[in-house]
T-cell receptor, first 116, second 108 residues
Framework: NAGVMQNPRHLVRRRGQEARLRCSPMKGHSHVYWYRQLPEEGLKFMVYLQKENIIDESGMPKERFSAEFPKEGPSILRIQQVVRGDSAAYFC??????????????FGPGTRLTVT | QKEVEQNSGPLSVPEGAIASLNCTYSDRGSQSFFWYRQYSGKSPELIMSIYSNGDKEDGRFTAQLNKASQYVSLLIRDSQPSDSATYLCAVNKAELTFGQGTILTVHP
């Protein structure tokens, strides 16, 4: 049973370019979450998606960042016109539907974005 | 006040000792609590989840939850050098809110 998959594992972009990060959830999981971990900082929630729906994007910067989870294919976190401050580790997590409201989340290996 | 606070650490314990990690949270409506372990340069790994007041044991790990005090802890018995990592407390509504983490070092 494959875990959460993310690609690429490392991504280098020049300032002003676009970054696309992909996440495939664990088999049987229908909830996807994106988190960002800046150097020497904690993990911060960005966005929560289910298939074809954004449930909560309260942690997403208002500009340049977008996320989707289409009916077919992986979830994608898109960062337009990257700046050096976007350099961070981006983690995707997935969870099943919790029957009693619990949502154990399992993390992928992350994508380490470096903006030069 | 931060939503989730952990004892600042770093915490250093000798091999074989008990390591005690603490966490408090501010939202009384929180229902789900998790401990993750994160090795340097790696992703968080779920080690314990707890939903009800009391203790939950899994091998060398025991999580304790006290909702009245808004407190959750993790005990690691018979600590091993391989337990050296950052331990993250997380509280869940749907998305996870993480504490800053406590760095644990277990020295031989």
């Amino acid at each position: 049973n494959a875990g959460v998959m993310q690609n690429p594992r490392h991504l280098v972009r020049r300032r002003g370019q676009e970054a696309r990060l992909r996440c495939s959830p664990m088999k049987g999981h229908s909830h996807v979450y994106w988190y960002r971990q800046l150097p020497e900082e904690g993990l911060k929630f960005m966005v929560y998606l289910q298939k074809e729906n954004i449930i909560d994007e309260s942690g997403m910067p208002k500009e340049r960042f977008s996320a989707e989870f289409p009916k077919e294919g992986p979830s994608i976190l898109r960062i337009q016109q990257v700046v050096r401050g976007d350099s961070a580790a981006y983690f995707c997590a997935s969870s099943p539907i919790g029957l009693a409201g619990e949502y154990e989340q399992y993390f992928g290996p992350g994508t380490r974005l470096t903006v030069t | 006040q931060k939503e989730v606070e952990q004892n600042s650490g770093p915490l250093s314990v000798p091999e074989g000792a008990i390591a005690s990690l603490n966490c408090t949270y501010s939202d009384r409506g929180s229902q789900s609590f998790f401990w993750y372990r994160q090795y340097s340069g790696k992703s968080p790994e779920l080690i314990m989840s707890i939903y009800s007041n009391g203790d939950k044991e899994d091998g060398r790990f025991t999580a304790q939850l006290n909702k009245a005090s808004q407190y959750v802890s993790l005990l690691i018995r018979d600590s091993q050098p391989s337990d050296s990592a950052t331990y993250l407390c997380a509280v869940n509504k749907a998305e996870l809110t993480f504490g800053q983490g406590t760095i644990l070092t277990v020295h031989p």
